[in-house]
């Protein structure tokens, strides 16, 4: 069964520094990946996602993620972090054959002014 | 316009309590999910529906536990005889397509959050 890994519960960054926020999937198979992110009390709302194009996937609120099969990693990166960042992010894969969707531990996300 | 909605909000109910909420999926929108999500965790799967067709209900976690889409549109999560153990947010998610969108941008409602005392 396929899933993922999220290193790392909470993550803190200074306003302006580098976002990197990890996952690891396990896979025997290339699978589809995606990145949601959740503010407080509202759903999920889709940051980007990865199937099989391009490996370097750009998505919302200028996040990116790149896919790197031989690390089997898929991190979340933004060069400079926002206050309107903090929310808590999840790593999420597919599993089976439809949209079947398997959820990491997720993330949250503190910026420090 | 619209996004998914999910009804009501939040909900309290005593132990042995039946509930049922409600989610409104976007117009047109084949594809319809249920997940649970517990305090601190992700979201689990709950079951999948393909307009009125339920097909795959693996993730629910007990009998109590019934979802139904009659029309296609409106679905329906009802948990009978509520535990504690059930107290979550119970997110709705709807996505374009039916199976043939593997890929496609699942909708997620802002969730019901049950709270079973």
């Known amino acids: 069964a396929q899933s993922v890994t999220q290193l790392g519960s909470h993550v803190s960054v200074s306003e302006g520094a580098l976002v990197l926020l990890r996952c690891n999937y396990s896979?025997?198979?290339?699978?589809?990946l995606f990145w949601y992110v959740q503010y407080p009390n509202q759903g999920l709302q889709l940051l980007l996602k990865?199937?099989?194009?391009?490996?370097l996937v750009k998505g919302i609120n200028g996040f990116e993620a790149e896919f790197k099969k031989s690390e089997t990693s898929f991190h979340l990166t933004k060069p400079s972090a926002h206050m309107s960042d903090a929310a808590e992010y999840f790593c999420?894969?597919?599993?089976?054959?439809?949209?079947?969707?398997?959820f990491g531990t997720g993330t949250k996300l503190q910026v420090i002014p | 316009g619209a996004g998914v909605s999910q009804s009501p909000r939040y909900k309290v109910a005593k132990r042995g309590q039946d509930v049922a909420l409600r989610c409104d999926p976007i117009?047109?929108?084949?594809?319809l999910f249920w997940y649970q999500q517990a305090l601190g965790q992700g979201p689990e799967f709950l079951t999948y529906?393909?307009?009125?067709?339920?097909?795959?209900k693996s993730g629910l976690p007990s009998d109590r536990f019934f979802a139904e889409r009659p029309e296609g549109s409106v679905s329906t999560l009802k948990i009978q005889r509520t535990q504690q153990e059930d107290s979550a947010v119970y997110l709705c998610?709807?996505?374009?397509?039916?199976?043939?969108?593997?890929?496609?941008?699942?909708?997620f409602g802002p969730g019901t959050r049950l709270t079973v005392l």
């Open positions: 990865y199937t099989s194009a391009a490996t």
């Open positions: 117009s047109g929108h084949v594809s």
């Open positions: 999420a894969v597919i599993r089976g054959g439809y949209q079947k969707v398997t």
């Open positions: 529906f393909q307009n009125e067709a339920q097909l795959d």
């Open positions: 896979s025997s198979v290339p699978p589809y």
């Open positions: 998610a709807s996505s374009p397509r039916g199976l043939a969108g593997t890929t496609d941008t699942q909708y």
